[in-house]
């Protein structure tokens, strides 16, 4: 299958990611563009990179893809997004593009579940277990932020709904996620978020005990005919805590998904829906209590997606042979293998749960592990590459230390 062509839009560790899936399926190298450049993909031989500072631009993506389409007229092109921004973009658009495929959930359920707060009235449809949530249209006065009004105690959790829209408008301290501590704070905080430009709804939700090692990360393809076909389950050690990337999974374990029951609740409104695509999901097991509780989806795949590849549910072969394929099986991943972006020191240092380090400790040392930067193929014979990654992983030491919110509890 050498005439397979992989273009992405992104530039990050998502991007990197796929593209390395594709260069470990098909042997391929990738065609990616985005805004600017990043450490993830400088530099690679794996992908072919362009940057293009008016890349949200509609009227650039269109212009984009379709001169890419007319030079290469002989290749099968599959199209993925790499960030919400645009995931957005291709679901609007990808009608524009016949040639690629582009495995996308289709317009019409859109704005069903892209959104949050649009996201839990399916989950309340299909008993899926979410958190204790209040939903703001604008900015809010003191009494209808203090905890009698909300119907839960600080501190809560607040974040736009619409993350895609929320990223466009940046400013100083701005976060994925907001932890705020009193009514005061809270008042602050949805203020400032709709002073920069951003309109849609807020969130404001209770916070569910436990650290990161309490969250879990569900992926799921679904084919062209809304059948999911591939599920895996990572248990989280540890996640980044620097103010953009709150949030991001550094390191995990992957689960049993048939054992998991929020899983099979999640197929079914998937497959309900007519959800086509991956789809990516942030969940929590309540310390307290030890229920789960789903945070959002994201209609793509994670950045952490490597996970899965690493696993053996290589991303690029589900695109390719599974999304138009008529068949209806449904491949899981059962089995346990360790995954980290960060290096395995930073990782065993700041992950709490003591019991999850020795699992992944023992993975690491039957050789069932893998990282997203390290590919020795890419770094073979190509110094810069090599250098770039050890710097990102390096710098690992420092954000961790500045940003880790606990390490004195860490192990």
Known sequence: MTNIIPVMLGADLNCYNLARAFHEAYGVKSWCFGRYKMAPTMYSSILHYTALP?????ETVIQVLQDFEKAHPDGELYLMACTDRYADMLIRLHDRFPRYHCPMPPKSIYQEIQKKAEFYQ???RFGIPYPKTVVKTGPVELEEVQADALGFDYPIIIKPSFSSEY???EFEGMRKVYVSHSPEESVQIVKTIYSHGYSDKMILQKMVAGGDSNMRV????SDNKGKVRAMCLGHTMVEEH???????HAAIVTEDVTKFPVAEKIRKMLETIGYTGFSNFDIKEDGNTGNFYVFEINLRQGRSNYYMTGAGLNLAKLIVEKYEDPGEDLQVCTQETYWHLIPSAVAFKYTEDKDLVEKARHLEKIGRSSSSLEYRYDEMHNPLRFLIVKEQLRRQFGKFAKYYPKPENAQ
């Open 54 to 58: 008016d890349l949200e631009e509609d």
């Open 122 to 124: 399916e989950c309340d």
């Open 167 to 169: 990223f466009m408008h």
């Open 218 to 221: 569900l992926t799921c393809f």
């Open 242 to 248: 620097t103010p953009t990337g709150l949030g991001n």
